[in-house]
């Protein structure tokens, strides 16, 4: 699929995306729960379907109701199929292969595109002390893996990824842990071990946290129970509308709590720090254009918000400085090159030097076409950049939103922006 953003102002009102972190978060907990579980504003991402496939394949079933939400029946990980397919999800293969392993029955966990390449060591060296066999492809995909899961007092590294973590926590929550613990050192994302926190204590399992570094399982474990979830709006893909807004014109996001756990709801925070116009109330956050400039922010605990915010630099007076670049290698794409490639070409250049990004505001966007790299963030960004560039943005295999924001460019039309979508079946605008 091929995008063309023309130079376009908007204005109106647009519902912020569903979280696929919360989503799947949920989905997972859904299946660890004996009972029947309500999703309420489920995502149609590709990130959420895999999530509904992979848990309706260890077990559960899946229903959807006239009113648009999910209901999902379970009696917990009870495998159907010797493989699970989690497609291009991160969060999905690494909170699931835990959960998996409860079942003593031999599973092979598979995926696709860039998960083909990301690195799963970490299984390697953490299941064998949990009493689970695995055998990895060189610490990557496929793992076939043989359970059950035994709960026992591990210290992981938290350093690559907070989803790694997800995964243990849920599952040591199913598998009856009692009176263990789960030692991080070095954690990134913590805001993403927070939400995952929060969805085990809504389906009844509590963990003790001491500062992010211990996890604690209580001395008599209650086990997941059924209940009713309202999935959240997704601050990560909101912070591309949010953008778009301080750089094209005052829009209002609706469906945003700014008192989440979400870690990409510090984009408010950056917004502020480079003079847009920002006002927060509850559920909707209104943005517009004010005297754009540079600012430093550290997105560590927040490496989504990269390509959102390097559009929005691109729009700024002077050097803009961002921290946690150590942060993108293992993305859908290695996204520091990726962003300094396309906005390369897009007339932004980007410097990078250890773990910080350098963007150089001031030249003006310049016309051009880029490509997604199969990046879902980065055909975004590219997108509401070309919402100021100085003519005609092509954005060739822009199917890459579907993994996580499907309706993007139809909520950006709904805006006023000027877009064309070429697909193999035709043109639309």
């Keep these: 699929m091929i995008v063309t953003i023309q130079p376009s102002g908007i204005k109106g009102t647009v519902q912020a995306p569903t979280s696929k972190s919360s989503m799947q978060r949920a989905c997972a907990a859904a299946l660890l729960a004996t009972g029947v ?12 379907l895999a999530a509904l ?12 109701t006239k009113k648009g939400s999910l209901t999902i029946h379970s009696k917990g ?48 060296d953490i299941f064998p002390q949990l009493n689970i066999s695995i055998l990895s492809n060189n610490g990557r995909l496929p793992l076939r893996i043989k359970g059950p899961l035994v709960p026992k007092n591990i210290i992981v590294d938290g350093s690559l990824s907070s989803q790694f973590l997800t995964g243990l926590l849920m599952a040591f929550g199913a598998a009856g842990a009692t009176n263990v613990a789960i030692t991080v050192k070095d954690l990134k994302s913590k805001p993403y071990i927070e939400l995952t926190l929060q969805v085990m204590k809504q389906f009844g399992v509590e963990v003790e946290n001491d500062n992010f570094q211990t996890f604690r399982f209580p001395s008599a474990p209650v086990g997941y129970r059924p209940s009713s979830y309202t999935v959240e709006g997704d601050w990560s893909g909101g912070a591309f509308l949010l953008v778009a807004g301080a750089i094209a014109g005052n829009i209002s996001v609706k469906g945003l709590d700014i008192y989440s756990s979400q870690a990409d709801k ?32 550290d997105a560590t605990d927040c490496p989504d918000l ?7 630099a691109s729009c700024c007076e002077g050097t803009t400085i961002i921290e946690g670049v150590n942060r993108l290698a293992f993305k859908e794409s290695d996204r520091s090159l990726t962003l300094q490639e396309e906005f390369g070409k897009l007339g932004i250049r980007i410097e990078l030097h250890d773990d ?61 922006a000027g877009i064309d979508i070429q697909t193999a079946a035709g043109k639309s605008s």
């Excluded at 579980?37 to 959420?48: E, K, M, R, V």
Aim: proline share 5%.
């Design 37 to 48: 579980t309500q999703i309420h504003h489920p995502g149609n991402s590709n990130d959420d």
């Design 53 to 64: 496939d992979t848990i309706q394949k260890l077990g559960a079933t899946v229903v959807h």
């Design 77 to 124: 990980v009870h495998p159907t199929s010797g493989e699970i397919d989690c497609g291009e999800s991160g969060l999905g293969i690494r909170m699931f292969t835990p959960i998996a392993a409860l079942s003593k029955k031999e599973i092979v966990i598979n995926g696709s595109g860039s998960l083909a390449t990301r690195p799963m060591h970490f299984f390697d």
């Design 266 to 297: 510090a984009i408010v925070q950056a917004l502020m720090s480079s003079g847009a116009k920002v006002f927060v109330q509850e559920g909707i956050v209104d943005v517009g254009p004010g005297a754009l400039k540079s600012f430093h922010f």
């Design 306 to 312: 990269f390509p959102p915010l390097v559009a929005l």
């Design 356 to 416: 910080f990004m350098t963007i150089y505001g001031s030249t003006g966007l310049k016309a051009n076409t880029v490509h997604s790299h199969h990046d879902h963030r980065i055909a975004m960004a590219c997108a509401v950049a070309g919402l100021r560039a100085d003519g005609e943005t092509s954005i060739t295999e822009a199917e890459a939103i579907n993994k996580s924001y499907p309706d993007f460019f139809e909520d950006l039309l709904l805006l006023g």
